[in-house]
């Protein structure tokens, strides 16, 4: 790896600090340098919490010294924009909560502040997690460290480019169709998505609450495992936090795969799949192939369905969740309304920016008298036999390996006036959150402009050990993760 500092993984400097060769403070020093360096660029920031880091960094170097210290004490965190922070603002890349300061941290929150690491700031984001470009943050775009004209994914974003650019040392994201994923994939470094209730959803801020997952963003799969140690487990205080022993994913790192059964779906390597893309892929097969594993053909029978599923089911969610953001208890509040609808009104429609009224308005459509058998509960049904096909699968596999996007991240603007086209990136992401299933996007290629392509692993559920044993093996005979992009 690199020289610097800021360019180490976790565990790389988790070493070097257990054997006191420098503190957390250079460390954070040494983000904070990269960040003042390259930040105007990258756009990757929402808000910076120096002056905070700083001071955790000097408890973390007392902690160090007193032998107490975790794997993530004294390493310096990129935290999406959507998870509750106290006494930081917390906007959700929207005018509404522009102003947003949460009086109670997030329990992922709670649980990285417990083990000793660093918080650099706040990462943009798509306004509400709505979106896979970057480009509907009411803060302005993210720009991919790859190639700057170009969108870092969506809707963590601004984790994934902050991680690519050494703007931090790992992120957290959440994905609630691909939104750690695909934008990992874009950036060239390891996104992954826990099982639906592995980690839990206390105090992150609701888009779609039966598809939202909380998970880590990092330079390389070890540093995942690391994380997701951190941050999993069950919490009294989310419902669907599931109730069932954490193991630790370090020691699911074996780089032995043989015998291991991977599926390979026929659905997902069809017309209009990028050649660039189908290439990386099928050779990050034929790799894993090498190492021991034996590849299974296998059918994914609705994935057609899956997009549109989705985009009934998570913007019903959404015009419920977000009906609480009506200018009366937080958030943005219109001047000089008339009355009380009025001020509901254009709080609303001044808070909220285009991307999200479209999904509102869906849901509300989907939700409505006498269409909801027609569209929710449909939605509904078919995605029952989305999650059947995954469960059929995994009786022939272990895992099931696929491409993470159809194509290389695309230009700033090319596809923001065509939410069609813009929707159907998601087309192999979305079947993962509809079932509740983990998966990882790991670094497998780049296109002939020098564009990042992922590889996407996905396990049956809490099958996270095999899905980080078979992306560790895969790393550990392969090079594209250590690549860095040029932002000289």
Known sequence: MGTELYQMTIHELRDLLQQKTVSAREITESVFQRIGAVEERVHAYISLTQDL????????????????????????LGIKDILCTAGINTTCGSKILERFVPPYDATVIEKIKTAGAVFTGKTGMDEFAMGSSNETSCFGAVCNPWDLDHVPGGSSGGSAAAVAADECIAALGTDTGGSIRQPASYCGVVGLKPTYGRVSRYGLIAYASSLDQVGPITKDVEDAAILLNAISG????????????????????????????????????????????EKAVRDAIAELEKQGARIVDISLPHTDYAVAVYYLIAPAEAGSNLARYDGVKYGYRTDGAADL????????????????????????????????DAYYKKASQVRTLIRRDFTDAFKECDLIVTPVAPAPAFKLGEKINDPLSMYLLDIFTIPVNLAGLPGISLPCGYSSSGLPIGLQIVGNVFAEETMLRCAHAYEQHTRWHVQKPDLS
């Open 341 to 372: 609808k009025d001020m509901y009104v254009r709080s609303r429609s001044e808070g909220f920016g285009t991307e999200v009224k479209r999904r509102i308005m869906i849901g509300t459509y989907a939700l409505s008298a006498g269409y909801y």
């Open 53 to 76: 880091a700083m001071e955790q960094a000097r408890a973390a170097d007392k902690r160090i010294a007193g032998g107490n210290a975790s794997a993530l004490t004294g390493i310096p």
């Open 234 to 277: 069950h919490d009294a205080k989310d419902s669907t936090s599931i109730n069932r022993p954490v193991p630790d994913y370090c020691k699911a790192l074996t780089r032995d795969i043989s015998g291991l059964r991977l599926g390979v779906p026929k659905e997902y390597f069809v017309e209009g799949l990028d050649p660039e893309v």
